[in-house]
Nanobody, 121 residues
Framework: QVHVVESGGGLVQAGDSLRLSCVASGHTFSNLDMAWFRQAPRKEREFVAH????????YYADSVNGRFTISRDDAKNTAYLQMNRLKPEDTAVYFCAGRPATTSTSRYDYWGQGTQVTVSS
C-alpha cells in the first residue's frame, strides 16, 4: 500500500512564493515518477508538473512554466513543488501523485488527499 501525503499549502498574496511537499511511503521512492496536479473550484483536475524517477526529466503545464519548479529528494522520500510569483488563478487544491517508473501507461496510480493553496489578489 503506497501512502502519499502532501503538505505546505496555505493562504498567500499574489506574487508570493510557497513550497509544497509530498512524502510517499510503501514503495521504493526512487523507482517512482512523481507529479503534481491541481483542481480549482468548479473545474476539472489539471496537470501541473512531472518529474521522472531519476530526476532527469521534468515538464510543466504552460500555465506554470517558468514560475513553478518540481524537484525530489530520494533520501527523504519527498517530492517538492516550488511555486513562485503566485497568481489568484493558481488557487486550487494541489494533489501529489506517483507511479512506478516501469509502468507503460501515463496514469498515476498513487494519490494524496491534496493541500489547499489560496492566492489572494
Amino acid at each position: 500500500q503506497v501512502h502519499v501525503v502532501e503538505s505546505g499549502g496555505g493562504l498567500v498574496q499574489a506574487g508570493d512564493s510557497l513550497r509544497l511537499s509530498c512524502v510517499a511511503s510503501g514503495h521504493t521512492f526512487s523507482n517512482l515518477d512523481m507529479a503534481w496536479f491541481r483542481q480549482a473550484p468548479r473545474k476539472e483536475r489539471e496537470f501541473v508538473a512531472h518529474i521522472s524517477y531519476n530526476g532527469g526529466t521534468k515538464y510543466y503545464a504552460d500555465s506554470v512554466n517558468g514560475r513553478f519548479t518540481i524537484s525530489r529528494d530520494d533520501a527523504k522520500n519527498t517530492a517538492y513543488l516550488q511555486m513562485n510569483r503566485l497568481k489568484p488563478e493558481d488557487t486550487a487544491v494541489y494533489f501529489c501523485a506517483g507511479r512506478p517508473a516501469t509502468t507503460s501507461t501515463s496514469r498515476y496510480d498513487y494519490w494524496g488527499q491534496g493541500t489547499q493553496v489560496t492566492v489572494s489578489s
